[in-house]
């Protein structure tokens, strides 16, 4: 059996252009053409060459279609800094993930999605909304990856050659997906998750995203969502300086960047201050990072770890998973937040990678 549409996918998670992989597998682009064309089926001895230059079982080509993940359907944070071969990578990623997520519906009871769409409010009035339905009040959001599982969005990790991806979104047969990248600041992966969150509320099915304004309409979200307006106000922030930015930011889990943007978006900073303010945290280091003296835990997903827990007391390793998947175990750490050991090979030592230290943060 052979599934053209594997090979697509395969092809466009590793990144490689058809000349790419015909340099790769000594098969010619021609062929690989019309294999992912339907028009021909490779021999056991070419799709084997395929399988070893794209890292992955030659099972995993004889699979049923993969979930589609279409351009058009999916939200990516700053998408104009993607190349085409960048994206179709993120998307691809974003595929295989979604294939884990069909095995553990079927043998896990996963909270279902309870995501309010506010197609017609602003970014401001939406937050407040989806505040309101999930009874957040005006208090620091918890951790915003544990909130979004409880509510049936389900939250992978981008793989590392994906990380030029800031992070993205989309609606798969009516359940959520959010993926996010792991290299940056626990503060910034908070407001990728709440600007994905923005997404999904204001552009949902009735209003898919496109263009400036809904990147825009998605930060102005998470900007409102994770510091609401009253809950801001009464931090008497009025012409903060940087110093009370910084000290103000830790409360709320933001960057000090975002929290002196909502500021001036609020009128608690005139334009003058909020210049003088953000060139000061620019030169502190701030433009770019969080170079704070105690960093904030990146956030991760409990409910993979969850999963994952249960699966070892039923004597279910992730290997097997992985065979299941008919991907290799790398792979499924990448879609997992690195939450499964992954055997490393080296001059002939086969040792396992430490499981991470999982912390929960508490609002």
């Given at each position: 059996?052979?599934?053209?549409?594997?090979?697509?996918?395969?092809?466009?998670?590793?990144?490689?252009?058809?000349?790419?992989?015909a340099?790769e597998?000594?098969?010619?682009?021609?062929?690989?053409t019309?294999f992912?064309?339907?028009?021909?089926?490779?021999?056991v001895?070419?799709?084997?060459?395929?399988?070893?230059?794209l890292?992955?079982?030659?099972?995993?080509?004889?699979a049923?279609?993969?979930?589609?993940?279409?351009?058009d359907?999916?939200?990516?944070?700053?998408?104009?800094?993607?190349?085409?071969?960048?994206?179709?990578?993120?998307?691809?990623?974003?595929?295989?993930?979604?294939?884990?997520?069909?095995?553990?519906?079927?043998?896990?009871?996963?909270?279902?999605?309870?995501?309010p769409?506010?197609?017609?409010?602003?970014?401001e009035?939406?937050?407040?909304?989806?505040?309101a339905?999930w009874?957040?009040?005006e208090?620091?959001?918890?951790?915003?990856?544990?909130?979004?599982?409880?509510?049936?969005?389900?939250?992978?990790?981008?793989?590392?050659?994906?990380?030029?991806?800031?992070?993205?979104?989309?609606?798969?047969?009516?359940?959520?997906?959010?993926?996010?990248?792991?290299?940056?600041?626990?503060?910034?992966?908070?407001?990728?998750a709440?600007?994905?969150?923005?997404?999904?509320?204001?552009h949902?099915?009735?209003?898919?995203?496109h263009?400036?304004?809904s990147?825009?309409?998605?930060?102005?979200f998470?900007?409102?969502f994770?510091m609401?307006?009253?809950?801001?106000?009464?931090?008497q922030l009025?012409?903060?300086?940087?110093?009370?930015i910084?000290s103000?930011?830790?409360?709320?889990?933001?960057?000090?960047?975002?929290?002196?943007?909502?500021?001036?978006r609020?009128?608690?900073?005139?334009?003058?201050?909020?210049?003088?303010?953000?060139?000061?945290?620019?030169?502190?280091g701030?433009?770019?990072?969080?170079?704070?003296?105690?960093?904030?835990?990146?956030?991760?997903?409990?409910?993979?770890?969850?999963?994952?827990?249960?699966?070892?007391?039923?004597?279910?390793?992730?290997?097997?998973?992985?065979?299941?998947?008919?991907?290799?175990p790398?792979?499924?750490?990448?879609?997992?937040?690195?939450?499964?050991p992954v055997?490393v090979?080296?001059?002939?030592?086969?040792?396992?990678?430490?499981?991470p230290?999982?912390r929960?943060?508490?609002?």
């Amino acid at each position: 059996m052979f599934t053209p549409e594997r090979l697509v996918l395969a092809r466009k998670r590793r990144r490689m252009t058809l000349a790419a992989l015909a340099r790769e597998s000594g098969v010619s682009a021609q062929s690989i053409t019309a294999f992912e064309n339907h028009r021909k089926v490779p021999t056991v001895e070419t799709l084997s060459s395929l399988a070893d230059a794209l890292g992955y079982p030659v099972t995993f080509f004889a699979a049923p279609a993969p979930v589609e993940m279409t351009p058009d359907a999916v939200s990516f944070r700053a998408p104009s800094k993607m190349t085409a071969l960048e994206r179709d990578g993120a998307l691809s990623s974003g595929a295989v993930a979604a294939s884990l997520n069909s095995w553990m519906e079927t043998r896990f009871r996963l909270p279902k999605p309870d995501v309010p769409t506010y197609p017609h409010l602003s970014p401001e009035e939406a937050a407040e909304q989806v505040r309101a339905h999930w009874g957040l009040g005006e208090a620091p959001v918890p951790n915003l990856v544990h909130l979004l599982e409880a509510h049936g969005v389900r939250v992978f990790s981008l793989a590392p050659d994906c990380l030029d991806a800031d992070a993205f979104s989309t609606i798969k047969a009516g359940t959520p997906f959010v993926f996010l990248n792991t290299r940056k600041s626990g503060e910034r992966g908070r407001f990728d998750a709440a600007h994905e969150l923005g997404h999904l509320t204001l552009h949902c099915e009735h209003r898919i995203p496109h263009g400036r304004n809904s990147e825009t309409e998605a930060n102005d979200f998470a900007s409102a969502f994770l510091m609401p307006r009253a809950g801001i106000m009464a931090q008497q922030l009025h012409n903060a300086s940087a110093e009370r930015i910084l000290s103000a930011k830790r409360k709320w889990s933001v960057s000090a960047m975002a929290l002196a943007y909502r500021l001036r978006r609020l009128g608690l900073l005139s334009e003058w201050r909020y210049n003088q303010a953000t060139k000061q945290l620019a030169s502190m280091g701030y433009r770019h990072a969080e170079p704070d003296t105690a960093p904030m835990v990146r956030e991760s997903s409990q409910l993979l770890a969850k999963v994952f827990e249960t699966l070892r007391t039923k004597g279910i390793s992730p290997a097997d998973v992985a065979r299941q998947l008919d991907i290799y175990p790398r792979e499924l750490n990448d879609y997992v937040f690195g939450l499964v050991p992954v055997s490393v090979d080296g001059d002939g030592i086969s040792t396992d990678m430490p499981r991470p230290q999982l912390r929960l943060v508490r609002g």
